[in-house]
Nanobody, 122 residues
Framework: QVQLVESGGGLVQGGGSLRLSCAAS????????MAWFRQAPGKEREFVAR????????YYADSVKGRFTISRDNAKNTVYLQMNSLIAEDTAVYFC???????????????WGQGTPVTVSA
């Protein structure tokens, strides 16, 4: 059974930092893309960042480029999202995602985590 378990969300002041973690289990993800999406209240789920498990190439949404960094630890089967210079607009539930296609589309995701909330106070 595939599981993606996020952790690390919370409340942070504007300008602060948080690091999200996503522990993956239940299958081999070496051919997969791992990604982070987020969903703010009343809005659609949107792409944030992705990383190829093999090779480590990354891609970011324009809204987070230069502030967020996605990385992975193969030995721990864990993906991270380092979020710096947080702003109120980053407030959302953040979801870990995995799929065989590297894209920005919700429809290309095969597996989702349960989500971890991030709240940035102004």
């Amino acid at each position: 059974q595939v599981q993606l378990v996020e952790s690390g969300g919370g409340l942070v002041q504007g300008g602060g930092s948080l690091r999200l973690s996503c522990a993956a289990s239940g299958r081999t993800f070496s051919s997969y893309c791992m990604a982070w999406f987020r969903q703010a209240p009343g809005k659609e789920r949107e792409f944030v960042a992705r990383i190829r498990w093999t090779g480590g190439s990354t891609y970011y949404a324009d809204s987070v480029k230069g502030r967020f960094t996605i990385s992975r630890d193969n030995a721990k089967n864990t993906v991270y999202l380092q979020m710096n210079s947080l702003i109120a607009e980053d407030t959302a539930v953040y979801f870990c995602a995995a799929g065989p296609r590297c894209s920005t589309l919700v429809s290309d995701v095969n597996y989702w985590g349960q989500g971890t909330p991030v709240t940035v106070s102004a």
